[in-house]
T-cell receptor, first 114, second 116 residues
Framework: NAGVMQNPRHLVRRRGQEARLRCSPM?????VYWYRQLPEEGLKFMVY????????ESGMPKERFSAEFPKEGPSILRIQQVVRGDSAAYFC????????????FGPGTRLTVL | AQTVTQSQPEMSVQEAETVTLSCTYD???????LFWYKQPPSRQMILVIR??????QNATENRFSVNFQKAAKSFSLKISDSQLGDTAMYFC?????????????FGKGTKLTVNP
């Protein structure tokens, strides 16, 4: 059973460009979480999605950030008009159920904004 | 608001010895889970151990065990017979159902170095 897949593993963007990060959950998992890790910090929750629904986006910045989890295909975290402060590692996690279940993490995408 | 505090930014231990990492948390919820995740230099987040709050018995996974003190809101991780591969950042995390969302709240981490 393949684990959580994320791509790309490394992404370099110039200020003002768009970044698209993809996450494929583990087989059988329908709940996806996105977290951001700034340098020397712990992970911070951004958004929780189920298929075709955003359940909790309380950790998402109000502007430039969006997320989706379509019926078919991976979950996408999209950052428009990136700024240097967006440089971080972005982790996706998935779980099979919603009630107090373990979240399994992907390898992360390291975004660098020049 | 739920918070997780790891008071030891860095620790070191000699190979084969035992080390304990501290974690405290703050919540008014009665039903929750606690986790320790390991992040080696590869940056992959690896689940080490989890503890359900309703269970009195401390969780163990091979060389890893926890000391869960619910009243004190303390959740420390003990690593026995430390190995070089245990060198990593260790994050304590807390999860509780809130409005249908079960996000993890992480501490800032403890950097553990195992010396040969």
């Amino acid at each position: 059973n393949a684990g959580v897949m994320q791509n790309p593993r490394h992404l370099v963007r110039r200020r003002g460009q768009e970044a698209r990060l993809r996450c494929s959950p583990m087989k059988g998992h329908s709940h996806v979480y996105w977290y951001r890790q700034l340098p020397e910090e712990g992970l911070k929750f951004m958004v929780y999605l189920q298929k075709e629904n955003i359940i909790d986006e309380s950790g998402m910045p109000k502007e430039r950030f969006s997320a989706e989890f379509p019926k078919e295909g991976p979950s996408i975290l999209r950052i428009q008009q990136v700024v240097r402060g967006d440089s971080a590692a972005y982790f996706c996690a998935s779980s099979p159920t919603v009630y107090l279940d373990t979240q399994y993490f992907g390898p992360g995408t390291r975004l660098t904004v020049l | 608001a739920q918070t997780v505090t790891q008071s030891q930014p860095e620790m070191s231990v000699q190979e084969a010895e035992t080390v304990t990492l501290s974690c405290t948390y703050d919540t008014s919820e009665s039903n929750y889970y606690l986790f320790w995740y390991k992040q080696p230099p590869s940056r992959q987040m690896i689940l080490v151990i989890r503890q359900e709050a309703y269970k009195q018995q401390n969780a163990t996974e091979n060389r890893f065990s926890v000391n869960f003190q619910k009243a004190a809101k303390s959740f420390s991780l003990k690593i026995s017979d430390s190995q070089l591969g245990d060198t990593a950042m260790y994050f304590c995390a807390f999860m509780t159902p809130q409005g249908g969302s079960e996000k993890l709240v992480f501490g800032k981490g403890t950097k553990l170095t195992v010396n040969p």
